[in-house]
């Protein structure tokens, strides 16, 4: 497994701003994903972000909207742009650590007014 | 189209009520079939992977079962503490990394 820490933990901002997340982990690891968890809804995989290479993002989710960066292996960020209310949700990013099975941060919980 | 439904949505059992949480899965072709336990505030924790029809595996007081259209997570002589959210994902052959979620059981164990 891993240890992974997410930044910040929480957040109220205003509609029209934005919002970068990190994600740290505490070994190199070759997979990380960004997720949103929105309330009484599934987990939903937003995109699959490797180091040296583009983010590559889900059906409904584009790059605009959700820039993610990469610059190392054992860092990550997702920053959600141009928030509107219905961007609330708890962000949550991921790892694998050599198997398909997925290891999760502790959450980012985000409220737009 | 790929579907994971998990029931029933909640579950309130005595401390020492055993039960069984359900998993159904449609998929063209399985590659794993996750267990997470979600408490409040906090991201998923990881529990088991399943892979092929027939597997089981235990942790302490849960077991999971998997067949070819759904997994079982049994509780045995639950305690309070066993109280959260169980997730489970299924892992298709032709996604990638991408898991499916269900959207959880919320399981509560009184004293």
């Known amino acids: 497994s891993a240890v992974i820490s997410q930044k910040p933990s929480r957040d109220i901002c205003q509609r029209g701003t934005s919002l970068t997340i990190q994600c740290q982990v505490d070994?190199?690891?070759?997979?990380m994903f960004w997720y949103r968890q929105q309330p009484g809804q599934s987990l939903t995989l937003i995109a699959t972000?490797?180091?040296?290479?583009?983010?590559?993002?889900e059906s409904g989710f584009v790059i605009d909207k959700f820039p993610i960066s990469r610059p190392n292996l054992t860092f990550s960020t997702l920053t959600v742009s141009n928030m509107s209310p219905e961007d609330s949700s708890i962000y949550l990013c991921s790892v694998t650590t050599g198997g398909y099975e997925q290891y999760f941060g502790p959450g980012t919980r985000l409220t737009v007014t | 189209e790929d579907q994971v439904t998990q029931s029933p949505e909640a579950l309130r059992l005595q401390e020492g009520e055993s039960s069984s949480l359900n998993c159904s899965y449609t998929v063209s072709g399985l590659r794993g079939l996750f267990w997470y336990r979600q408490d409040p505030g906090k991201g998923p924790e990881f529990l088991f992977t399943l892979y092929s029809a027939g597997e089981e595996k235990e942790k302490e007081r849960l077991k999971a079962t998997l067949t070819k259209k759904e997994s079982f997570l049994h509780i045995t002589a639950p305690k309070p503490e066993d109280s959260a959210t169980y997730l489970c994902?299924?892992?298709?052959?032709?996604?990638?990394?991408?898991?499916?979620f269900g959207k959880g059981t919320s399981l509560l164990v009184t004293p």
């Open positions: 994902a299924v892992h298709p052959t032709n996604s990638g990394y991408a898991l499916n």
């Open positions: 070994s190199q690891v070759t997979m």
């Open positions: 972000a490797n180091q040296g290479s583009e983010a590559t993002y």
